[in-house]
Every structure is written in structure tokens, then in C-alpha cells.
């Protein structure tokens, strides 16, 4: 396992068991402070392992606690809220990138807002 620089970035190649797993590098693991979890995801052909977020979904976190102020919410009420809020939104996420995957495969003619997003949501 050699590791190469380049800027900004750190790349090492590492092996791959016959149960298709792998080990994290000491220094990786470190730096990013993974506990038990992490997420895992593929985008633009490229595998994503990341540390897990404690409640998931956190990428949406600011957006869902503004939307909620905006609605007025404070105190026990406002964190009760957005503590349910966040957790249906990584469900619905990858809901959609189901529906997603189904359309651009052909399972699925083609899906409108309302489809994808709920009415009212």
C-alpha cells in the first residue's frame, strides 16, 4: 500500500478480500474520525466512504431547520420537529434515487414532480 500526493488529496490503493471488503488506512481512519459506521454511496463513477452522521441525512440539516423556523417552531417544539423531519428524510432521499434509477433504466416511463416529491411536500 503506497500512498501518493497530489494536491490537496492523499490516494492510496488498496486490496480487495474475495468477500468483496477492504480495509480503511490507519491514517484515513484518523483523520476522519470514523466510529462504527460509515455511509457509502457511488457518484460520477466513483465510491464515496464517508464517516456515518449520528441521525443520517445530515446534509440536509440546515435547510430543514430553516424551512421549520420559517414555519414559526421554537424551543421543544422546533427541535421535536425537526429531530422527525430528519429522520424521514434519508428514507425519502433514497426513495427517490430508486425511482430514479427505475426511469433511467427503462422500469419506469417517467415520473412527474408529484411523483417524485409527494403532493404538498
Do not use: H, W
Request: net charge negative; with cysteine; glycine share 10%.
Amino acid at each position: 500500500m503506497q500512498a501518493i500526493t497530489e494536491k490537496n488529496m492523499i490516494k492510496k490503493r488498496i486490496s480487495v478480500s474475495g468477500k468483496r471488503q477492504i480495509t480503511i488506512p490507519i491514517e484515513f481512519f484518523s483523520q476522519l474520525g470514523i466510529d462504527k459506521e460509515v455511509e457509502c454511496y457511488v457518484r460520477n463513477g466513483s465510491l464515496i466512504v464517508r464517516p456515518a452522521t449520528a441521525e443520517g441525512g445530515g446534509e440536509f440539516a440546515e435547510q430543514i431547520l430553516a424551512d421549520l423556523i420559517a414555519q414559526g417552531l421554537q424551543g421543544n417544539e422546533l427541535m421535536e420537529r425537526f429531530k422527525q423531519v430528519n429522520r424521514a428524510t434519508r428514507p425519502a432521499v433514497e426513495a427517490m434515487i430508486l425511482q430514479a434509477d427505475d426511469i433511467a433504466s427503462g422500469k419506469t416511463a417517467s415520473a412527474t414532480m408529484s411523483d417524485l416529491f409527494g403532493e404538498g411536500e
